[in-house]
């Protein structure tokens, strides 16, 4: 069974920072784009930031450019996001996701867009909780 799962998330005050890590099993991560969304309290999932297979293309959204930082260990198949200067707004589900279909993998350049729908596996998610 392929799965995702996240882990790192917690309580953290504002300006503070945290890692989030992402690992897999019944696959390597290591050949598939991947990526992160979140979701805060009542609203739809939002997207943060993702990365191809190769390392070569990410794409952040604009909120999380300068913030936040996506990377992959190849060694450890894992991916992260460096969360740095955190804001009470920041609070949400984080979601590690990624594409196992036979199609055009998403995130295959800097400037493309992303959408839940591009994903069709995700983790669980971590709670991701930024008060003082």
């Known amino acids: 069974q392929v799965q995702l799962v996240e882990s790192g998330g917690g309580l953290v005050q504002p300006g503070g920072s945290l890692k989030l890590s992402c690992t897999s099993s019944?696959?390597?991560?290591?050949?598939?784009?991947i990526g992160w969304f979140r979701q805060a309290p009542g609203k739809g999932f939002e997207a943060i930031s993702c990365?191809?297979?190769?390392?070569?293309?990410?794409h952040y959204e604009d909120f999380a450019e300068g913030r936040f930082s996506i990377s992959r260990d190849k060694g450890k198949s894992t991916v992260s996001l460096q969360m740095s200067s955190l804001k009470p707004e920041d609070t949400a589900i984080y979601y590690c996701?990624?594409?196992?279909?036979?199609?055009?993998?998403?995130?295959?350049?800097?400037?493309?867009?992303?959408?839940?729908?591009?994903?069709?596996?995700w983790g669980p998610g971590t709670q991701v909780t930024v008060s003082s």
């Open positions: 996701v990624t594409y196992l279909g036979a199609g055009r993998p998403p995130c295959t350049h800097k400037s493309q867009p992303m959408a839940p729908s591009d994903y069709d596996l």
């Open positions: 019944g696959f390597s991560l290591n050949y598939y784009s």
């Open positions: 990365m191809d297979s190769s390392g070569d293309a990410t």
